[in-house]
């Protein structure tokens, strides 16, 4: 299995920002692209593949609901990464092609959507067409089929296109945010800006979540998302996805997810791992780990007879 | 003004599901489709429709953050009613059209993704094209782009395209969560199983989103969705939409929206509308309406100096 | 009645820290000597005394239980002064009698109590015989029966006796909390620096009491003392003594108070008065007054059908 | 020291309530009655007597202020027996003395306080004389100073008295709840059946006590008494008295013990012991020893990379 250690599936196709977030990651491995999230997840399960680099939620588009939902079943596959990848889109043409000659404008429609504006300034009387994904698009322009695609500036390497014009989102602030997965070995060590997800199945009943995240806040615990599912088939319980901060080698995220543990018919660990921006969690007093620590040993002594 | 009481808009184009959804919602309205989520949300707001339907979430897609972004945004309109459609997908094809005729399939990439199992089962050597909408896909069948359409059924109503296979989605309890959306007008009545929808900006601190959880709990009031959302430009402060059950008219529910309005900078209410599974919410011991009269009654006689 | 408006009932006998606490209460007000608290605070609710001092809590004997329980029994009646007593003790002798001469010292066992290192350290050869109280003690020296009597300072404007010895407690920081109550009229003004007191009845299960403090909590309210009784012949039940900061003519005040009356089978109001030491209660931001009008007038404006 | 372990102290004198009790505890034991609640627990810190018997609380006159303050500074000792006395009053007189010959009664003020029913009713003309304790009655009667005396009915037994009526007390439910205290050696083995008791000192902020009773509230335990007492010379602090069900080996209160040390400055651990009433306690769902002992598995195995 030694080559497959060197492998990283991600969703694909080959040139789309899940490739750009797959670069990011793992520079020296050997990338492959697969048809789904659930694909690209499976080879990682099934060992075809070390990691798996999957999107977990978009700034403008939020939830990637296939990634959560992907993670909650099956046999269990941790995120030891995550990168942030700002969201920018060229506009690529065969070669020879110029403004003035695009009428149509491929892409899918998530990204048509990010760039309506631009297109409506730029582009007034091209028409829009979709596509299974922003390289299914570029593939189309090269075929004839369009004149224009809406890509991730990286599809440029991977087509013989030529870039009409680049930066060109609505919104200059849009990010996706990948996860990278793996199913065996040790943890990232932590560093002191880490994350942990969690995915956490909840009694509906007042006050259950409440006090799932009062856990989280009595240790010190501060939350960065939170998302609720439905649970098909499960009146009355609901599974919450959780990002926070801290690392689960740290005592107070033990201590936490231990409780969340005793409270919770199922909690899925979805990993700990260093955070995209790199910003240390602060530890309020009274949870660090010499906090616990103290407070172990104090235990230990009362329970031993000391005074 | 008469013409646009009598005005639906929903999110276009026809023939797709939020069609299905706003005629559910209201038998004798004028329907009008609008290009996308925001431009029919403005419908309301500029009074040129006296409602919207809008898809808010997906049991496979997830959230529709279009819909949660555009009604946290600009001017308040609210909720007055929640519909929930089983997601049931047809095969459309030009008429004598065989299935063995089928090559190419169009459909939005998301409802193509919810098909996947049935089309590698029964049209397995069909090439997947996108479209724009599972309407579009329709008309691009029509037109004769491709050989069939997964669509709404609904959509069959709208072209001169027949059904080849009907219920094909892969799973049979995904359903979506629709609202309508009214800008003025009296509220609706409490019916006893109702729901209530809020966006709340919460500082993003250990212990902030459970204290405002907790008000929730103390006040018996059953969260059933939650979903944060990171406020662009804004660190540190992250934003909730809550759905949870009761109307802003019982004594529970406006006290404890009160609550969240005294801790959060921005608190906005999306509407207090019945429940679609007409399930009574319970309401737990000591938050009755009459609970709080008592507690009102006892405080004022205190405060005027009875015993 | 207009006699009884001038007459506030303390716990006598005359000469005692009650006596000096009633009048530091009520300079003008006739004092009337009642033999014990309950009778004290009975004369109150007869309407025989306007007001009646009783001790509350002494920073050495802690709480007084015979005030507690005879207030929150039978009809109500409520605080609406607080009076803190630096607890002195001086040593009356017969004019004449030297130190040398004293071979038994007489108090009430808790005042022989709070001079034991002196006693010891001054007077090591005389005997400690007990009274029923300080004043008591005066007298029985008066009479003979004694060499000396611990006393409150004040005694010796009482009795023909003379102070051998002043501020001899063995602590200088003792204090004694005294209350005056009142049966009827209005409640007194909030100054800014007010604590209130109630008396609330809790469900003996886990959770129920930190749900009421969190109330309190969750208000912006700082409970300055706590105490708990168990409830003669109610199983499972526990009585509880709080004070806390405010006043219930705030908003947030009456509101908690309002919570706690709705977890409750029982709570009563034992008044909202100025705190001795004057320093005004801090009042959170989001639980002013003015926190709580906007929030109402948000809530009233959306119940009303405005956005 | 062979013979200090056959010693145990109690609050004296000899012929009260706290000898009852100290020889309900130890029945083999030598007693010794010393003169004060300090002196009975300087001797187990010294080393002079195994155990030490003092009284906590009183049912009537509430908190032992004295046993609670001696606890609280110092060289820690730890409780390990409870024992509940029903108090109930005999009236003593000299062999020979009737009813009609009683003109004074002696006693403890608040043992006269807790019998006043009976006196008014069966001895009206009797004057109520002072002592400093139930048993120094009993002597100053032997003596001729009074004719009767009010005392524990275990004072017969030490004076050549006669009991001329008993269980006198107006309540008949009044009790005093013991502790037996010792320095050193190994906890009390856990019953099922166990009290645990702590000292802790709260910052006086809103909610920091909330948040410590939301801990034990999380982790399933139930409080059963609290008792808040200011700090000298440490303005905005209080210290509180809790007992709680539950005994320091099972894993829920050692965790709960442990996350109070963490967030107070100061916590003392005053012992688990069986409690005198033998109910078992209630052990929620999810914080049983199992499931404490099911979440450190889960969670070393996560932190050891396990899936």
């Known amino acids: 299995m030694r080559t497959s250690t060197r492998i990283t599936a991600y969703f694909g196709p080959r040139g789309t920002f899940t490739e750009q977030a797959a670069r ?3 520079a020296d491995a050997e990338l492959v692209a697969l048809p789904t999230i659930p694909d690209t997840i499976a080879a990682v399960r099934a060992g075809t593949a070390e ?16 990634t959560m939902d992907t993670l909650a079943a099956a046999e269990p596959v941790i995120a030891v990464a995550e990168h942030v990848l700002p969201i920018r889109f060229s506009l690529l043409v065969r070669p020879g092609t110029d403004a003035a000659d695009v009428r149509t404008v491929a892409s899918h429609p998530h990204a048509l959507a990010q760039v309506r504006g ?5 582009l007034p009387s091209a028409a829009e067409r979709a596509a299974t994904s922003t390289a299914a698009a570029a593939v189309a322009v090269l075929e ?14 991977h087509y013989p296109l030529t870039v009409l014009a680049t930066d060109i989102a609505d919104r200059t602030d849009a990010v996706t945010r990948f996860l990278l997965l793996s199913k065996s070995g040790a943890l990232p060590a932590p560093t002191g800006a880490d994350r942990t997800s969690v995915i956490v199945v909840v009694e509906h009943r007042p006050g259950e979540l409440a006090a799932m995240l009062t856990e989280l806040a009595l240790h010190g615990i501060n939350l960065s998302r939170i998302e609720s599912r439905p649970l098909a088939g ?19 995220v033990g201590d936490a997810l231990a409780a969340l543990h005793r409270r919770s018919q199922d909690v899925r660990f979805l990993g700990s791992y260093a955070k995209a ?8 007093a009274g949870v660090t780990d010499q906090d616990y620590d103290d407070s172990a040993a104090w235990l230990a002594g009362l329970r031993a007879g000391e005074r």
Do not use: K, M
């Open 144 to 157: 004839g089929q369009f004149d224009a695609a809406i890509t991730a500036p990286v599809a440029v390497e």
């Open 24 to 26: 990011a990651f793992t």
């Open 118 to 122: 631009w297109l409506a300034a730029n």
């Open 51 to 66: 990691f798996a680099c999957v999107p977990l939620e978009n700034s403008v588009e939020g939830a990637v609901s296939a």
């Open 277 to 284: 921006d790199c910003v240390d969690s602060a530890v309020p």
């Open 234 to 252: 499960r009146v009355g319980e609901y599974r919450f996805y959780l990002d926070f901060d801290g690392h689960i080698q740290e005592q107070r």
